[in-house]
């Protein structure tokens, strides 16, 4: 692992807010998840809006749940040494759909946060969360064309068939 690679700077708001810094390429995701292992996305409005309340709602039924839902970015053992990059690209691709989904009022972030429980769908329910950085959204492009260059077309998560 490069220890030169950072994690990306923050900076601070004349409000005391905390601003994230955004990660402009999959290259420079992937080397902060080489870097920091266990970091997650999450596809929401701003990290500001989730850390006010902490915990997300089942979609299907609206029952509140003990934590922010998120899903893992570290990488898995059975990848054994293939590309983080493409690693990274899956991850992002599984849960692109939220923004259409969600009328583009939704954008992916990086945060790192405490395992409390499992949501509905097996995904990590998150507490003591710190938000990271923001994932521009010419990552999650990039994820895509990572994806579509693969042997077998992949499809996200809500598949449409």
Do not use: K
């Not at 893992?72 to 054994?80: A, H, M, R, T, Y």
């Not at 405490?114 to 769908?121: I, K, L, M, Q, W």
């Not at 064309?145 to 992949?154: K, L, N, T």
């Amino acid at each position: 692992m490069d220890e030169t690679v950072a994690t990306p700077e923050r900076t601070t708001a004349p409000d005391g807010v905390t601003e994230l810094p955004t990660v402009s390429t999959l290259a420079e995701l992937a080397e902060l998840v080489e870097r920091h292992g266990r970091l997650f996305v999450r596809w929401s409005n701003s990290p500001a809006r989730d850390m006010r309340d902490t915990r997300s709602a089942d979609h299907l039924t609206g029952i509140p749940m003990p934590g922010l839902s998120a899903n893992p970015l570290q990488i898995e053992s059975w990848w054994e040494d293939r590309p983080v990059r493409l690693w990274v690209a899956r991850r992002l691709y599984d849960y692109c759909h939220l923004r259409q989904e969600r009328d583009g009022d939704v954008r992916p972030w990086a945060l790192r946060g405490r395992e409390v429980a499992r949501g509905p769908d097996n995904e990590p329910l998150l507490r003591d969360v710190e938000p990271v950085c923001w994932i521009d959204l010419a990552v999650i492009e990039e994820a895509e064309d990572e994806v579509a260059r693969q042997r077998r077309p992949w499809g996200p998560m809500r598949r449409n068939s």
